[in-house]
């Protein structure tokens, strides 16, 4: 993590203190814009100690294997415990473990860390600096600059822009620790059983809650513990791997949680004031088309005409400018038919007018007054006017048909 250079000045030499204390660039300057005070909320710096796993290890054991052995034909629940210094010393000393009184503990299971190395292929090149965006990013969209508002009697105020609350932790560290699980039992049939409990959950998630790592068992190795004038012991060892993660609460004096509100946004609206409604016509106005990158980018234009204000955006932007030719099929001298639907406008979910298609006969544009036709969801019936028209649809003649389609 990196030390930010404050320049303070060392009273005993009055000499400022060095702007490269860590490498060859300079030293990060304390930005006060990126630290946000955290005496005014409740959230509680999270973290994640060798501690947690030793516990998160041993409460799965306890409460979810529950190692159990037959005794004079009973049950018997198996205790765990974890070696502290006094424990394993006698352990090593001895080969078992005996209570205050004197009394060979047996069954039982004790727990002992003996190593906890970082993974190798998640390292990264930090530098003695956290990498920048290696990071949690956590959301709280209500917060005391973003109030609920009254929906019972809204106050009218002006709705001031979003501004959400944002809390950043740091990557954890991947870390191998490895376990040694000692298990003391009288009798070598109450060792099989225990073994056989234990071995099914093998590369399981061990642990309580958020705390659950995947664990891996090694192999079983046993022995036979045969001491002068005292009862016969048998013995397995087995090695855990468990794949974990470390955070701590403050790295190199620095908090892992920093709290940050996101920027403000002001947004201006386009607003074009057009002649004719973009959907009754398939001319696309020049000043849409030199907005459409915008529309195309996530934005929005509002288009005015005669008072209604219509929004477009990227998908009603498409459906404007998605234009084809369809050709007909002749059916007798004054009626053609198209098998296909036309397009539904994305903004009313509505089928496309008559307006916005153009009709042509061998090339030559058909006015609209000279046919009759709905455009619906299915087949298009066309139904031309011969009086108006001067002829009638012949064999030969080509109807082609360009608008916006489905």
Request: glycine content about 4%; hydrophobic content about 35%; overall charge negative.
């Amino acid at each position: 993590m990196p030390l930010f250079n404050k320049q303070n000045i060392d009273r005993k030499t009055n000499k400022p203190n060095p702007n490269r204390t860590e490498g060859l660039t300079d030293d990060l300057l304390l930005n006060r814009a990126l630290h946000t005070r955290r005496d005014d909320d409740v959230i509680k710096s999270p973290q994640r100690t060798l501690y947690d796993i030793d516990y998160a290890i041993k409460w799965y054991i306890d409460q979810e294997i529950q190692p159990q052995v037959t005794s004079q034909g009973e049950l018997i629940s198996v205790p765990v415990i974890y070696a502290n210094g006094e424990k394993w010393d006698n352990v090593r000393r001895l080969g078992y473990l005996r209570d205050e009184k004197g009394k060979l503990q047996s069954p039982m299971i004790m727990l002992k860390r003996n190593s906890a190395t970082e993974r190798d292929n998640l390292k990264t090149l930090d530098v003695n600096r956290q990498y920048q965006g290696n990071q949690f990013v956590y959301k709280s969209k209500y917060n005391s600059r973003n109030r609920y508002e009254d929906e019972l009697f809204p106050i009218p105020t002006n709705v001031p822009a979003e501004s959400k609350q944002i809390f950043v932790i740091d990557i954890p560290k991947y870390v191998t620790v490895e376990y040694e699980m000692m298990l003391w039992c009288d009798f070598t049939t109450q060792m099989n059983e225990l073994v056989d409990q234990i071995i099914p959950y093998g590369r399981f998630l061990w642990g309580n809650e958020g705390n659950r790592f995947a664990t891996t068992i090694g192999s079983v190795s046993f022995e036979t513990v045969n001491t002068v004038g005292e009862d016969r012991l048998v013995r397995a060892t087995i090695p855990l791997t468990v794949m974990g993660t470390l955070l701590s609460e403050q790295e190199a004096r620095i908090s892992t949680l920093r709290k940050m509100y996101s920027i403000k946004q002001v947004k201006f609206d386009t607003v074009l004031d057009l002649d004719n409604d973009v959907f009754l016509s398939t001319t696309i106005p020049v000043a849409l088309l030199q907005v459409s990158q915008q529309i195309f980018s996530g934005g929005t234009v509002q288009v005015s005409n005669q008072g209604t204000t219509t929004t477009i955006d990227a998908s009603t932007l498409q459906y404007l400018i998605t234009m084809r030719d369809e050709i007909a099929t002749r059916v007798n001298n004054t009626t053609v038919t198209v098998a296909v639907a036309a397009a539904i406008k994305p903004s009313t979910l509505t089928v496309a007018t008559k307006n916005e298609f153009n009709i042509y006969i061998n090339g030559q544009y058909i006015d609209k007054n000279m046919y009759t036709w709905t455009p619906t969801d299915t087949t298009q019936t066309i139904v031309f006017d011969t009086t108006l028209l001067g002829y009638t649809i012949d064999v030969g003649d080509i109807v082609t048909i360009n608008g916006r389609w489905a």
